[in-house]
């Protein structure tokens, strides 16, 4: 019993790791190869060999260091200071498990949601103004500044739903061309009078009001905040609606077979419709919380590429809940120690990317991965399938 | 006339409807509500071409009233088409070009607008996207979703630039940089037809990874190494005897680098190629029906892979354009985008060259006026005029204007024996 | 130029479609191959035409052993194929089709398109086909099309033609054309390979006729043997496809259709206002060759189709222009065409496909929670009651056999009180045992007393079922005829010849 629970366990794990070995080991290379003390030893092996080692090892012992706990912190500050990169790990991977349950939930429902940054970006700017404009009692304007953006997003995102379902247009031609509608949009947002912050003519909006803040989990110094566990309700609620609720198997109906659920009564256009609203309230929430949580002020680059990664978040978390908030969170390691992996050993934080393109890639070629490593094939269900602009 | 009108005569109806108001509207509103109180001087000499005209100044609200009658007379003429079935393309086209001027002139009202100028802009503006069009439509012709088109156009500009800086010569980057975009399109080409991974993913992940490879290799050598790795050559200009000499178009079309001539030759190509050659046919067969392709002994995927890795080649020439073809020096990120207004361009343009390239064309164009009328002084805000590709994208998939339909076997890889 | 298959094999996993399959076509000779659905006749063809390879065996022309690995093999050794789902490219004109794949090109490389132009003309000619080279495959009706597959195979010098199951898309007399053409080819030397499961035609027209089952040679015999006979070798035991009929009383009119149009989306009229009613306790059966309007006419009943006028009255209530949810609701019951495409959801399980239509009704539903124990309880009685062979409720629906995927659709779709049953080819690429389980499922619901609309292009199971047959030409009912009307007077209104006798 045992045994066998624990190798099904192996064959289910097995993909993912030798896909995370691969990208590591490809990153690796690139790091080395990249850097000019490494290529000055070409000349003899074994130097060349140990240099690219510890070059590649030491860039990602400070990924290790930027992203869960740095020592030297807890020397110079106190131990407590010493878990610092895992906070900014968090913070991080705050918005990034609601954009990517954002774009996980539209899988389920057979949609590809690559307006997750459009949506985020809503979601900012109406819990900005908000959070800015009004003054209301502690909790309820962070409620009410989160659920300002939660609307704008949800709008928003629904719009592509009801396109889709209205005139068959494809939600990833309307996002790409959303997203970048909204990018201009926040750019003219933040040079009105409304937003312009008094004394400065650079695009940022006023500071939110210290009533419309997500309370600090840990303390001035360490910037984790109430945000992470709006991002794990979130998740739960996401699984919850799939799984126990009539609406959840509607969307899953539709995603699984649009044409069968039709045919038996279920309305496509109000799944399409409700689940992009959804999707779009869930990254705009993102956004909010982004806003409330971590920056406090609207600025042009309030998004970062928060909703592009969150689509390698949720390809990466196999569009399940759970996955992505261990996606959000591994992606969030990536990031906050690609920092310090660039301030302490010269190695660009661009470097993440590449090893975030490449694990999903692998994870989206199983066929390649095994290919590689000449594996025999399971029965393993197929990654997320094809269906081009007409399906 | 019968009760239930087809989808598609909603459409074009539904296109009708629209110019006309916008015709409307653009006569009420620029020639009366709100008209310009200036003169507006249209320039038409850019270099030393042979000046038919030199400049033409009209009062700005009789300019209006003019443009906007033109595209109000086009648009009952689009009503008459429609209603006798015709064609409507031309006169929707003719009240386009007239809303556009009204518009133009309506808001230089008082200002020097060089037209010349501003054409060329647009077209220099458009190269990128067509190129990136064109890579896009070889792919999905033949069935493979291309959105790496961005990935492409990014790879060849680094790889262009770096290689013509280390040799110091403009020709090296051309050459290099198609490789660089067929590497790409190597990837994709292996990633969606040999693996069947989706193709939406596949081109998104590769725009990722090029995007993260090119900043991360730019920050580490370029930067740092510039005055060896980041100091390309360009290409100069060619004006081509006589024909450069043509008033407005010489300027625009025939004084140019090589790398927009070798746009016009590969525009060419692809039309002719596509419809009238052996490889045309089997390339549109395989993006329709590729078991039918299949069974009268063509090798879907081998044609689909050589294809994709054509199209690489051609976004390649493109991303060159960005440094030896313009500037010179990459720049982190310096394609902005351009690869998903292409891909824009392509659907614009429904999946036709020709229609793609109008596309970019009015892309480039819409980017080109914002800018000028930005440095000429009109206030306008330039994020809405930025928009217009998208808005204009989204209009077109969402069938405002004519329907729009992609190869029947886009993004569907191809598995032989997928039924017994 | 004969051909010659000796052991062939293949299999799909554990699945054997081809087991040991030895036969030999001759010299100008119809070699006919019968087979029930999924017999493995197709599979066996694809292997020939190099579409599929086999795991063994070989395959000889005029004796010699030859290698088949791409379809272009099989062209170049003189095979040619007319497919079951026809190989044009709906976009291209049927001269570009033509040239698919033989292109010659002149200056600059540019397609010859003329030579195939004059070659079509040729051909039409010497056969009587009425084929315009210019035309756009997707314009022309099913029976030009296939004629454009035969020219193809005829203009690459086919020696051998395989045609695929190639009546099913024909009608009488269109199936008679066929014949007469396949005789006049085989005059002039070629070998054909004929697959169907029609037993008429096979005995009309095939000089040798060999019978597989479940993937075997069971048979080799004459068309002077009979139709019984073939019948019981194809499945393998005495069969009587004329179910039981019992005498009933027909009740009052439960839905009738006024004037119904039906547009698709380019605003064609694909069934041109038709008027009809089925009364309780009766099959009314709408008869007609494929692509006759007969399958948007029966999603149209439920709402399915987007442009739709006229009125379409269940018990008195106007349905048309309502959800269709309200539609099934209402009480009609729907069995789709397709049940992988339009009927189930093949990753959901068994349990969750069977409250498809039902999911947010009690008492499968408490609030907007789905009440997972009963679903599961529901799905175990459904299962028991129809049937359904499986491990569990819980399997994917996707891994059942077609006749137990069926199976659920059905139990479905009659979980709601229903008043009118509408089948939409409901035994198609269904094996013989599936097929009267349907039967027997469809004469049930008729003997309760609810109305029964069925749509078939299989004459004899029309025959069989109906109490009155409704038959469609180009989208317009031409007639509805009592039962008891003859094969060849069906045959007739089939083509579009309208009858004024036999009027019910």
């Not at chain 3, 040991?20 to 006749?41: D, M, P, S, Y």
């Not at chain 3, 009267?436 to 079922?465: K, N, P, Q, W, Y």
Request: charged share 15%.
């Amino acid at each position: 019993m045992m045994r066998n629970s624990l190798s099904k366990f192996g064959q289910a794990i097995k993909l993912p790791g030798l896909s995370f070995g691969l990208a590591f080991t490809l990153t690796g290379f690139i790091i080395a190869f990249s850097d000019s003390k490494v290529l000055s030893k070409i000349g003899s092996p074994l130097e060349f060999i140990k240099s690219a080692g510890a070059t590649a090892g030491n860039a990602y012992l400070a990924l290790f260091q930027g992203s869960i706990f740095d020592i030297n912190l807890t020397k110079s500050h106190n131990f407590f200071q010493g878990f610092y990169p895992l906070s900014e790990t968090i913070v991080i991977a705050t918005p990034l498990i609601l954009t990517g349950l954002s774009v996980a939930l539209a899988f389920k429902s057979g949609l590809f949601n690559i307006g997750a940054q459009g949506q985020f970006i809503f979601g900012a700017i109406g819990a900005s103004y908000v959070g800015f404009h009004f003054h209301l009692p502690l909790v309820i304007h962070v409620i009410a500044a989160a659920l300002a953006g939660m609307a704008l997003a949800s709008i928003w995102g629904g719009a592509v739903g009801l396109l889709k379902a209205k005139t068959g247009a494809h939600e990833v031609i309307l996002t790409i061309m959303m997203n970048y509608i909204a990018g201009y949009f926040i750019l003219w947002t933040l040079k009105t009078s409304q937003f312009l912050r008094p004394g400065r003519i650079d695009p940022i909006a006023p500071e939110v009001n210290q009533s419309a803040r997500l309370p600090l989990l840990a303390g001035a110094n360490l910037r984790i905040h109430a945000g992470i566990f709006i991002a794990l309700a979130a998740a739960l609620f996401v699984w919850w609606l799939l799984t126990k609720t009539t609406i959840g198997y509607k969307f899953r109906a539709v995603g699984a077979n649009g044409q069968a659920a039709k045919t038996a009564g279920i309305s496509v256009p109000f799944v399409l419709t409700a689940t992009m609203a959804i999707c779009g309230a869930l990254a705009g929430l993102g956004g909010a919380v982004q806003v409330l949580g971590s920056e406090h002020a609207l600025n042009a680059d309030i998004a970062g590429s928060f909703g592009f990664d969150a689509i390698t978040v949720a390809l990466l978390g196999r569009a399940q809940p759970l996955g992505t908030v261990f996606a959000a969170l591994l992606f969030g390691a990536l990031h906050a120690g690609g920092r310090t992996m660039q301030s302490n050993t010269g190695v660009p934080l661009d470097i993440v990317l590449v090893t975030q393109a490449l694990i999903v890639l692998f994870i989206a070629a199983p066929t390649f991965v095994r290919f590689i490593f000449r594996l025999k094939k399971l029965n393993s269900s197929a990654g997320l399938t094809s269906k081009g602009w007409n399906g | 006339m019968s009760e239930i009108r087809s989808s598609v005569e909603k459409r074009r109806l539904r296109g009708v409807v629209v110019i006309t108001l916008l015709s409307s509207l653009s006569f009420l509103y620029f020639g009366f509500i709100s008209p310009g109180k200036n003169k507006t001087t249209f320039g038409f000499v850019l270099n030393n071409e042979w000046v038919l005209i030199k400049e033409w100044i009209i009062a700005s609200a009789t300019g209006v009233k003019i443009f906007s009658g033109i595209s109000l007379v086009a648009s009952v003429l689009a009503i008459l088409a429609y209603r006798k079935r015709r064609q409507i393309v031309f006169p929707v086209g003719v009240a386009t070009f007239g809303i556009l001027m009204s518009f133009i002139t309506w808001a230089a009202s008082g200002k020097f607008i060089p037209l010349t100028g501003l054409l060329q802009g647009a077209l220099l503006l458009a190269v990128p996207l067509i190129f990136g069009s064109m890579s896009g439509l070889i792919c999905e012709r033949s069935g493979v979703i291309n959105i790496a088109i961005e990935g492409q156009l990014l790879a060849s500009a680094f790889v262009s630039g770096v290689v013509a800086s280390l040799t110091h010569k403009t020709i090296w980057g051309l050459i290099a940089a198609p490789i660089a975009g067929a590497a790409i399109s190597f990837l994709l080409a292996t990633f969606a037809i040999k693996f069947s991974v989706d193709q939406v993913i596949l081109g998104f992940v590769l725009n990722v990874l090029v995007i993260g490879l090119t900043d991360f290799l730019y920050k580490k050598l370029l930067v740092p190494y510039q005055s060896t790795w980041n100091t390309a050559p360009t290409f100069g200009k060619i004006e081509l005897p006589v024909l450069s000499k043509i008033p407005v178009l010489g300027p625009i079309f025939f004084s140019q680098s090589i790398v927009v001539y070798i746009m016009f030759a590969i525009v060419a190509s692809i039309t002719f190629a596509l419809f009238k050659t052996k490889w045309g046919l089997r390339t549109r067969a395989i993006g329709e029906h590729p078991t039918a392709a299949d069974t009268v002994g063509i090798d879907v995927n081998k044609l689909r892979f050589k294809n994709v890795i054509i199209a690489g080649l051609i976004a390649g020439v493109g991303g060159a354009y960005y440094t030896v073809g313009s500037v010179g020096a990459f720049g982190k990120e310096m394609t902005a985008g351009a690869g998903f207004i292409a891909l824009a361009a392509l659907i614009f343009g429904k999946w036709s060259p020709i229609g793609a390239v109008f596309a970019a064309l009015l892309f480039g164009f819409a980017d080109n006026l914002q800018s000028t009328l930005t440095i000429i002084g009109v206030s306008i805000p330039s994020e809405f005029m930025l928009m217009v590709p998208y808005i204009a994208t989204i209009i077109a998939v969402t069938g405002l204007v004519g329907r729009v339909r992609a190869p029947a076997a886009d993004g569907v890889p191809y598995l032989r024996g997928g039924a017994h | 130029m004969s051909l010659e298959l000796r052991g062939i094999t293949k299999t799909f996993g554990s699945f054997i479609a081809n087991d040991e399959i030895n036969l030999r076509v001759e010299t100008g000779q119809i070699h006919a191959i019968l087979g029930e659905n999924g017999a493995g006749k197709s599979t066996l063809m694809n292997i020939v035409y190099g579409l599929l390879k086999a795991d063994s065996g070989e395959l000889l022309v005029d004796e010699k052993i030859i290698n088949i690995s791409e379809p272009s093999d099989a062209l170049s050794a003189g095979i040619g194929m007319v497919h079951q789902h026809f190989m044009l490219i709906p976009v291209f004109t049927v001269a570009e089709n033509i040239v698919l794949g033989h292109e010659k090109t002149g200056k600059f490389g540019a397609l010859d398109i003329e030579t195939a132009r004059s070659a079509i003309r040729e051909v039409s000619k010497d056969f009587g086909f009425e084929v315009d080279p210019d035309a756009i495959v997707e314009t022309l009706p099913v029976g030009i099309q296939q004629k454009v597959e035969i020219i193809r195979a005829l203009i690459y010098e086919a020696k051998v033609l395989i045609l695929d199951e190639p009546t099913a898309v024909l009608t009488p007399q269109e199936t008679d054309e066929l014949l007469k053409t396949m005789r006049e080819l085989k005059a002039k030397g070629t070998s054909i390979i004929f697959i169907t499961h029609k037993l008429r035609e096979v005995r009309e027209v095939a000089d040798q006729i060999t019978i597989i089952r479940r993937g075997k040679v069971v048979g080799a015999v004459s068309p002077q043997t009979s139709e019984g006979e073939l019948a019981s070798l194809m499945v393998g035991r005495t069969v009587d496809l004329a179910p039981e009929k019992i005498k009933h009383k027909v009740g009052e009119p439960i839905l009738v259709a006024k004037d119904l149009t039906v547009r698709d989306a380019l605003g064609n009229a694909v069934v041109k206002k038709v008027n009809f009613h089925v009364n309780e306790g009766e099959v009314l059966a709408v008869a007609g060759v494929q692509g006759n309007g007969q399958s948007e006419l029966a999603r149209a009943l439920i709402n399915l189709e987007d442009h739709v006028e006229g009125s379409i009255l269940l018990g008195g209530n106007e349905l048309r222009g309502k959800s269709i949810y309200a539609s099934l609701h209402a009480g009609i019951a729907f069995i789709p065409e397709s049940r992988e495409l339009d009927g189930l959801v093949g990753s959901f399980s068994i349990a969750e496909n069977l409250i498809l239509d039902l999911h947010d009704q009690a008492p499968y539903t408490k609030g907007i929670t789905l009440s997972a124990g009963v679903v599961l309880a529901e799905a175990e009685k459904k299962v028991k009651e129809f049937d359904i062979r499986s491990q569990s409720v819980s399997d994917a629906v996707s891994t059942l056999s077609g006749g137990n995927k069926q199976k659920v659709v059905i139990a479905r779709e009659l979980s709601r009180p229903v008043k009118v049953l509408v089948a939409s080819q409901p035994t198609r690429g269904l094996d013989v045992g599936s097929i009267e389980f349907v039967h027997e499922r469809i004469l049930a619901e008729r003997d309760a007393g609810r109305g029964v609309i069925l749509f078939s292009t299989e004459l004899d199971e029309v025959m069989a079922l109906a109490d009155r047959i409704a038959v469609m030409y180009r989208g317009e009912i031409l007639d509805i005829v009592d039962s008891k009307v003859t094969r060849e007077e069906l045959g007739l209104l089939m083509a579009g010849v309208a009858s004024k006798k036999a009027s019910a």
